[in-house]
């Protein structure tokens, strides 16, 4: 399988394609660090970490025992890490430099489709194709402080952004807009939801 680089500035020409992966790649993300550096997801199980100056991966990782479904990058001070979600029902956290799995979240019983760190608040958060959203707090990774489920089916991505502490989550049967307040040591993820605003279509 084949992944594309367009130049949007050459009329949108074609200027690398990257080969590597034995299956569907289902979503890339840019490091935050190395803007030349992208990783992407496969349902071949693996995440491959790519420079923009070369068609052959830099490295892969591989730890999941089913497809990986979504990926994304966050930094822990001057580290980048990325969190995936498979189809083998957990979310896995890797440390890009030592290109290992750090930590491996539970809980799910169904395909991870969507992750997310937050970039405000320590939390990561999973969305599954049942059982609704999952909350895990970021600063030991400790594991899972939170369940969310509005009734709206599979969960398919989500949205936040830098200076918001709110999270869109995108459902099968509609959005859900979620409000966090900054967490407090020892305080569980589930006192903080403090709005939530829903729109079905």
Not at 89 to 98: E, I, L, R, S
Not at 175 to 197: C, I, Q
């Amino acid at each position: 399988m084949v992944i594309k680089l367009w130049d949007w500035e050459k009329g949108w020409e074609c200027t690398q394609m990257f080969k590597g992966h034995a299956h569907y790649v289902m979503q890339v993300a840019y490091s935050p660090k190395y803007t030349n550096t992208f990783a992407s997801a496969s349902l071949d199980g693996t995440i491959k970490v790519w420079n923009l100056s070369s068609s052959d991966p830099e490295f892969t990782l591989d730890g999941h025992s089913k497809g990986v479904n979504c990926i994304d990058y966050f930094m822990r001070g001057s580290k980048p890490y990325l969190v995936s979600g498979s189809d083998d029902h957990t979310a896995k956290v890797w440390d890009c430099g030592a290109k290992s799995c750090v930590q491996t979240l539970e809980g799910h019983t169904n395909n991870v489709s969507a992750v997310c760190v937050h970039p405000e608040l320590p939390i990561i958060i999973t969305g599954s194709l049942r059982m609704g959203m999952f909350t895990y707090g970021m600063k030991l990774l400790t594991g899972l402080e939170n369940t969310l489920n509005y009734g709206l089916e599979r969960v398919w991505g989500f949205g936040c952004m830098k200076g918001s502490n709110r999270v869109v989550i995108g459902y099968d049967k509609g959005t859900v807009m979620v409000k966090f307040v900054s967490p407090h040591s020892g305080v569980s993820m589930g006192s903080l939801v403090k709005e939530k605003e829903k729109k079905e279509f």
